[in-house]
């Protein structure tokens, strides 16, 4: 079957800024991808140009087969209801001048999509699934709280029935209290409706709770794409180690137990990326030739897993990066 999404080597720079540096992945249909990794990693910018809010440098989106990277505006605007997104800050997204109806409305608007009854029927109904109550139909963004502002958000990106939603740290703007009943709408929201989803945070345990797959992004590159499970009981690239060992657990005595590699230094900047592979300014286990040598994105082990690493083997056994172990040991 035809993945909903398929990103072929796209490229997004910024002048010398190489924010995505060379990135495939594929979301299939009803499948949900975590795409996670630090500020600066480029996964935002990733999910802008697969929903063409910047423009592509370089590469392919493919929507249902359809590629749409470098389509003009033009092109592009009948096929903008397939796909979607969903930003982290709701208030600056919503349009403060629209009543909550219009703001809903208005893709099948844009689209002519049914007449002006069925539309208003289909908010009410979209109200319903994203659990507000009919009557905020008239009501204006500023008068409801973060957490109702980003169910509006969610109804308005599903009311044309997109086949992909993009959703860009839709939880991280909100107060922690409304995080995970947001968090959950999504979920039930995938499951209901069946839509593909590339899920773009910093937060693992969002990732865990709702993605089948995990891509994880260091510096303009994919480093890590594994199932799920997979990855988070056994994550191979040392990057992705590092991450999985800072998320807190909700269990404090496996928490306090536990011991976190602590990366040195930030990551480096993307105007200048370091040679060979792109994390061996941090890496704890790197060696010699990591900083020379560019590690491909290559499948490792039994289940289909993807890691850029000199250090993996084709078997999937991986470097252990410890706590303990020292600062990288090679320069830049
Ligand atoms: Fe570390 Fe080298 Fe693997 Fe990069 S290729 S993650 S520097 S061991």
Known sequence: MTPTLEIVDLVKHFG????????????????????????GSGKST?????T???PVTSGQVRIRGRDIALLSRRALRPLRRDFTIVFQDPSSSLNPRMTVGDIIAEPLRL????????????????????????????RYPH????????????????????????????????????????????????????FACLFITH?????????????????????????RAELFAAPRHPYTQALLSAAPIPDPAVQRARRRIVLSGDVPSP??????CRFHTRCPVAVERC?????????????????????????????EVSAAMPAPSLGS
Do not use: K, W
Not at 159 to 187: I, K, R, Y
Not at 271 to 276: I, S
């Open 52 to 54: 063409r809010l910047v």
């Open 271 to 276: 105007v200048d990326p370091p040679p060979g």
């Open 203 to 227: 937060d693992l345990a969002s990732v865990e709770f709702l993605a089948q797959r995990v891509a994880v992004m260091y510096l303009g590159l994919l480093v890590e794409i594994a199932d």
């Open 16 to 39: 010398p800024v190489r924010a995505v540096d060379g990135v495939s992945l594929t979301v299939g249909v009803g499948e949900v991808v975590g795409l996670v990794g630090e500020s």
């Open 291 to 319: 900083a020379v040598d560019v590690p491909p994105l290559r499948p490792v082990g039994p289940a289909g897993a993807l890691v850029a690493c000199h250090l993996v083997d084709d078997d999937g056994t991986a470097p």
């Open 46 to 50: 990733l999910g802008r140009c697969v």
């Open 143 to 194: 008068e409801l709280s973060g957490g109702q502002r980003q169910r509006v958000s969610l109804a308005r990106a599903l009311s044309a029935s997109p086949s992909l939603l993009v959703a860009d740290e839709p939880t991280s703007a909100l107060d922690v209290s409304v995080q995970a009943s947001v968090l959950n709408l999504v979920g039930r929201l995938q499951r209901d409706l069946g």
């Open 111 to 138: 689209h002519r999509l049914g007449s002006a009854a069925t539309r208003r029927a289909r908010v009410i109904d979209l109200l319903d699934q994203v659990g507000l109550p009919a009557d905020v139909v008239r």
